[in-house]
């Protein structure tokens, strides 16, 4: 298994380009998350997905789109890239039980930057 | 709302001391879990712990431990004996479950063991 992809790995954007970070899990995960990570902040959240079809906004999800068409694949889109927007960019996936949930596995991140 | 507060932003310590890092939460529900995430200098979020609301028993993992108190709303993490592979940022995080996987993170907190 590969767990979870991310691609870019880097991306540099100027302000007002669009851009969409992908996201790919092979472990059939029903929820699936984006997050983005700044230095004093932690980790926050900016829109999930509990199933194909299914999206939620999150903490933190002006600037941002997502679709989830399949249970594999959770993209997220910057509209009009803003400097506001660099950030690291998790990705993660997980499942539950019962409506317990378990551990998030995480993507390897994008480092994105918007000059 | 929920929240985590990860009073300490960073800790320096000298290799072989043991190092409590803190973790206090808030939520209204009565049913929520707990987490613990290491994210070493190389990025990845490394998953290290789960524990549900009902379950107070500390737990025990070699040199790593966790103490979980309602009454205090509180979920420490201990590394005893610290080496410098510990040396990570460490996340503590908050989920309310019944099928809401949606994960509160604190704002992590710097360990650097020093050898």
């Known amino acids: 298994n590969a767990g979870v992809t991310q691609t870019p790995k880097f991306q540099v954007l100027k302000t007002g380009q669009s851009m969409t970070l992908q996201c790919a899990q092979d472990?059939?995960?029903?929820?699936m998350s984006w997050y983005r990570q700044d230095p004093g902040m932690g980790l926050r959240l900016i829109h999930y997905?509990?199933?194909?079809?299914?999206?939620d906004q999150g903490e933190v999800p002006n600037g941002y789109n997502v679709s989830r068409s399949t249970t594999e694949d959770f993209p997220l889109r910057l509209l009009s890239a803003a400097p506001s927007q660099t950030s690291v960019y998790f990705c993660?996936?997980?499942?539950?039980?019962?409506?317990?949930?378990?551990?998030?596995?995480f993507g390897p991140g994008t480092r994105l930057t918007v000059t | 709302a929920q929240k985590v507060t990860q009073a300490q932003t960073e800790i320096s310590v000298v290799e072989k001391e043991d190092v409590t890092l803190d973790c206090v939460y808030e939520t209204r529900d009565t049913t929520y879990y707990l987490f613990w995430y290491k994210q070493p200098p190389s990025g990845e979020l490394v998953f290290l712990i789960r524990?549900?609301?009902?379950?107070?028993q500390n737990e025990i993992s070699g040199r790593y431990s966790w103490n979980f108190q309602k009454s205090t709303s509180s979920f420490n993490f201990t590394i005893t004996a610290s080496q410098v592979v510990d040396s990570a940022v460490y996340f503590c995080?908050?989920?309310?479950?019944?099928?809401?996987?949606?994960?509160?993170f604190g704002k992590g907190m710097k360990l650097t063991v020093n050898p």
């Open positions: 997905s509990v199933g194909a079809g299914i999206t």
């Open positions: 524990r549900n609301s009902f379950d107070e």
């Open positions: 472990m059939n995960h029903e929820y």
């Open positions: 995080a908050l989920s309310e479950g019944g099928g809401s996987e949606k994960l509160v």
């Open positions: 993660a996936s997980s499942y539950s039980v019962a409506s317990v949930p378990y551990e998030q596995y």
